[in-house]
């Protein structure tokens, strides 16, 4: 296929390792996407370098600037809506966003969220996740609606944890595969090959099974059994 890449625009709100991930795939030619802009909330976001070395525009939308979240939503909206992007996508991006512009996105914005939805919505993930004693933990690239966290789920990875794990080694395990399922979650997207049908997610006109639950074919050469 020979088709244009897809305009996408990025939001991010801190280190920007997800964001690294998604340039590192379109640089090496894995992801069809054209990165029109990575817009932050946060105007010391780390991640903000990443977009400069790699040449991609970069734009601030700092929140605190706004007395309400309406107005900083719209703000955004008219920000990201100039680069006429076909996909948005919050890679780390913290803060919550309001109806209108979920609305205004609907079925066209992803998240990433560390942890195995339905399980574990919100925040500090992981120590939560060891603190319920959870054998499994992972991540989870899902459709954003109204419902915090509880939009359909496209794809997710799921690591052990391990004894001795503490909040720190398992995010790091947890990165690892966000960083692998996010940008899969968007070449599936630009590709085409996502539809929402009754609020499930199907890929090639197949609903995705348990919320999304499957196992991804990992690129890497080390062992996974
Ligand atoms: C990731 O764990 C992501 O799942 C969560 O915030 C973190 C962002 O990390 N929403 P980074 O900024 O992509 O490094």
């Given amino acids: 296929m020979s088709?244009?890449?897809a305009p996408v625009v990025i939001l991010i709100s801190g280190r920007g390792s997800n964001l690294q991930a998604i340039?590192?795939?379109?640089r090496a030619g894995r992801l069809p996407i054209e990165i029109r802009a990575v817009i932050s909330n946060n105007p010391d976001a780390e991640g903000l370098q990443h977009?400069?070395?790699?040449g991609v525009p970069t734009e601030i939308i700092n929140h605190s600037d706004y007395a309400e979240r309406s107005l900083f939503d719209a703000a955004l909206m008219q920000a990201i809506d100039?680069?006429?992007?076909?996909l948005v996508i919050l890679a780390g991006f913290m803060r919550i966003l309001?109806?209108?512009?979920i609305r205004h996105y609907a079925g066209r914005l992803l998240n990433i969220h560390p942890s195995l939805l339905p399980a574990l919505k919100g925040?500090?993930?992981h120590t939560r996740a060891l603190v319920a004693g959870a054998k499994q933990h992972g991540a989870s690239v899902h459709f954003v609606t109204n419902d915090l966290d509880g939009g359909p789920v496209i794809v997710q990875a799921s690591v052990p944890v391990r004894?001795?794990?503490?909040a720190d080694t398992l995010a790091a395990r947890v990165l690892h595969e966000e960083h692998r399922i996010l940008p899969l979650a968007i070449r599936w997207f630009v590709e085409g090959r996502l539809s929402i049908h009754n609020g499930q997610v199907l890929l090639d006109g197949e609903i995705r099974p348990e919320q999304g639950l499957v196992a991804v074919p990992k690129q890497r050469t080390e062992a996974t059994k």
């Fill in 3 to 5: 088709e244009a890449p």
């Fill in 23 to 26: 340039l590192d795939e379109n």
């Fill in 51 to 54: 977009a400069r070395v790699a």
């Fill in 82 to 86: 100039r680069h006429a992007p076909r």
């Fill in 98 to 101: 309001g109806e209108a512009f």
């Fill in 123 to 125: 925040l500090n993930t």
């Fill in 163 to 166: 004894t001795g794990d503490t």
